[in-house]
């Protein structure tokens, strides 16, 4: 006792010692973190080796409320954020596959950085790389001019069957490609949708994660319908024919989104 009334200054250095590293963690649990840029799918906007900030408090940060995440499953809950996630925006997320994975799995340190094109109920519609289904955006997304020529010289550049490749997300029969894809429509929870063929084929996955979600015991579903039970996004990056995304590999859970990049 007379210790800390004869040096106060040490009870306010241990206090600081202790204080800081926790608000450090706080912040980038709640409020911001930083993200290092691999990769080229976001040229010519973001660069590789680029670190860019990522705001938590836009969308609402996670609360992890399971911790043991060995099995690919995620349980949390997002607090009340400024806004939800708009077309146009660049957001980080971690990526529901691995390249060539068959299901949505959450792994906490594989994050993909890339812009919104689709939220929960738009039509998502690309032709000629421009976005002509999205809700209100119409166009192209990304920097103005700088986007557009970058894209035309990639168009140029790549070999057409490198440019036109399309992923294994549509499946054979659409014959959809990056530069002309959809339509689709992005996963909203509330909506309903027939389960034929084409349905399973577009949602199947994302209906089988939402139903491991809910735990459910039956491998079949039951009805001639599925409502969703989540809200979904779809991304693609700024580096449109050199981009792994949700042309590739689908859409996104809504409770995977790390947060927003703010001003790209």
Not at 170 to 190: H, N, Y
Request: aromatic letters at 14%.
């Amino acid at each position: 006792m007379k210790t800390s009334r004869k040096y106060p200054f040490l009870k306010w250095l241990l206090a600081l010692l202790i204080g800081l590293p926790v608000l450090h963690y706080v912040g980038r649990a709640f409020v911001a973190d930083r993200f290092s840029i691999s990769g080229v799918s976001m040229v010519p906007t973001l660069t590789a080796g680029q670190k860019v900030r990522v705001n938590k408090l836009l969308m609402g940060p996670r609360i992890y409320t399971k911790y043991d995440f060995r099995g690919g499953d995620l349980k949390c809950i997002r607090l009340p954020g400024v806004r939800k996630l708009r077309v146009g925006d660049v957001a980080v997320f971690n990526c529901p596959y691995g390249r060539g994975g068959d299901s949505i799995a959450f792994k906490i340190n594989y994050v993909y950085c890339k812009r919104c094109w689709g939220i929960p109920g738009d039509t998502v519609l690309i032709a000629d790389g421009r976005l002509v289904g999205g809700g209100e955006f119409q166009g192209r997304i990304g920097q103005g001019s700088k986007a557009d020529a970058f894209m035309d010289f990639m168009a140029f550049a790549l070999p057409e069957r490198v440019s036109l490749q399309a992923g294994n997300f549509a499946g054979e029969k659409e014959r959809w490609t990056l530069r002309d894809f959809g339509p689709i429509v992005v996963p909203k929870r509330g909506m309903t949708v027939a389960l034929d063929s084409v349905a399973l084929r577009h949602y199947g996955r994302v209906i089988d994660w939402e139903r491991r979600c809910a735990e459910s015991v039956s491998e079949e579903i039951p009805g001639s319908t599925y409502t969703f039970r989540q809200d979904w996004y779809f991304f693609v990056g700024d580096n449109f024919l050199n981009s792994w995304d949700s042309r590739h590999f689908g859409f996104v859970p809504a409770d995977f989104v790390v947060g927003i990049v703010p001003n790209k």
